[in-house]
């Protein structure tokens, strides 16, 4: 199985901060990694797939980079809303893993 | 307009076998390429892949829980099932179905999720 790795487990930041969540895989996984934002008791939400695909209706604000391994997803001005837990997932090969979320919280 | 909503029981009994229902509208099961997958989430831990089921009846399912899963599509009825036997108290979880457009993909949209208690 591929495992994948994100840090922080969790951070806290203020409205305007700059946020980098990184996710690692255990192996090359190519660009086919997702993002997710959760918000306590709702479905997650795709934010970016295939790396730094944004999704239609995503803000701008959001960003993902990186490839084979290492990745990143960049929040460039937090928002209140943004406050959410985040997961990335590999879609390269089943079993389809997820990190273990990074928790943004408010400072 | 894609939507997906899941339904089963609340609570089941150790041993017991849950069978959960995806209901999907907005999309047809029987488009190449689209595919309907199933996500646990245990209470205040991360999402774990289950399963997955496409338009052409391929499926997959995480290795861990293989011999206890079994994952079916309806697709007259836009329902796809996932059959989990002998449940243990590990097996607490919100469980959610998801659409993925194409493969393996991403999935783009999620039902709101069902809480399932493994209690005695």
């Known amino acids: 199985d591929i495992q994948m790795t994100q840090s922080p487990f969790s951070l806290s930041a203020s409205v305007g901060d700059r946020v980098t969540i990184t996710c690692r895989a255990s192996?090359?996984?190519?660009?086919?990694l997702n993002w997710y934002q959760q918000k306590p008791g709702l479905a997650p939400k795709l934010l970016i797939y295939?790396?730094?695909t944004l999704r239609p209706g995503v803000p701008s604000r959001f960003s993902g980079s990186g490839s084979e391994t290492d990745f990143t997803l960049t929040i460039s001005s937090l928002q209140l809303e943004d406050f959410a837990t985040y997961y990335c997932?590999?879609?390269?090969?089943?079993?389809?893993?997820f990190g273990g979320g990074t928790k943004v919280e408010i400072k | 307009q894609i939507t997906l909503k899941e339904s089963g029981p609340a609570v089941v009994k150790p041993t017991q076998t849950l069978t959960l229902t995806c209901s999907f509208s907005?999309?047809?099961?029987?488009?190449?390429?689209?595919?309907v997958g199933w996500i646990r989430q245990p209470p205040g831990k991360a999402l774990e892949w289950l399963a997955i089921?496409?338009?052409?009846?391929?499926?997959r399912h995480s290795p861990s829980l293989r011999n206890r899963l079994t994952i079916t599509k309806d697709t007259s009825k836009n329902q796809v099932v996932l059959t989990m036997t002998n449940v243990d108290p590990m097996d607490t979880a919100t469980y959610y179905c998801?659409?993925?457009?194409?493969?393996?993909?991403?999935?783009?949209?999620w039902g709101q999720g069902t809480l399932v208690t493994v209690s005695s």
């Open positions: 998801a659409h993925s457009p194409s493969g393996y993909d991403r999935f783009d949209y």
């Open positions: 907005g999309f047809s099961l029987s488009t190449s390429g689209v595919g």
């Open positions: 089921i496409f338009w052409d009846g391929d499926k």
């Open positions: 192996q090359t996984i190519r660009n086919y």
């Open positions: 295939a790396a730094s």
């Open positions: 997932q590999q879609s390269y090969d089943p079993p389809l893993t």
